[in-house]
């Protein structure tokens, strides 16, 4: 049986039993879940993926790759570390001048990115130096944090969004951004077709999925003079646009995966 558990009507005993309850109602035993987590409340939800995972629940991506993917600075980490192409990329503590942290990303043009912005919300190109400055100047006064990223002007409004269902790339499109609007998200006005990957990019979206740790992902990344740079990994990857774009079915490979995943433990 398949039950759509909205994860907000939610709470659970940590000592004692261990259940999980959905409007005060007990769950009966759950083999597997297929966690999604939106814009809102992600520090409840991935507590509660993480009490699964401590009530051998097979969870398809675990809380704590959810957390890093959630976590722009820190998948860039994770990337870089595996050698996985990125965009050029600083981050410093607030008491750092602007100025600085501007300097050693080499200047503006800019990307100001927050940590966990989505659907293109948090994502600002400064033009100039002191647009740039006065946009960091105002998330340190409002304790906001962020990275200061190269901007890959090459990349002209186009990114390539790769869906991973654990060692298979089972989809990808490529989206273009509005006239004039630098960001592709679909939820920003761009439009998507279909892309063939090169086989270097397939394998590196994979390898991306698999250093953040996460089983389903949708990888971004932009093209640059010196081939793809991947900028970010999704835990909670849309199917609507993409499934629409290419026609197919995304879902069901998802399920699929899981019952795999079941069967072998
Ligand atoms: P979000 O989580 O909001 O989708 P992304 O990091 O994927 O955040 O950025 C949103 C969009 O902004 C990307 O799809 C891309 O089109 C554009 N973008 C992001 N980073 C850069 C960059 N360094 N250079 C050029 N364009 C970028
Ligand atoms: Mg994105």
Redesign the pocket.
Known sequence: MVRLIDPMDTHFQISGSGGILSQGEKLPRIDGIIPRIGVQSAGYVLSLIKQMETKGIVCLNTSQSMATARN?LHTLQYLDHAKIPI?RTTYGSFTVPSASLLASVGGAPV?I?TLD???????M?AQTPSQAESIMDVLKQSHIEFIL?????E?K???VRCFVIGDRVVAAMS?Q?NDGE????LHRG?TASGHLLSDTDREMAIRATKTVGLAVAGV?M?PSDTGM?V??V?CSPGLEGIENTLNIDIAIQIIDHLESLIRAR
């Open positions: 722009k965009p990307i990115k912005g989505s659907q293109g919300v948090g994502v190109l990223q190269e901007y890959v002007a990349s409004g186009q990114d989206r951004g630098f960001r592709s998200n761009g971004d932009i740079k900028i970010e999704n």
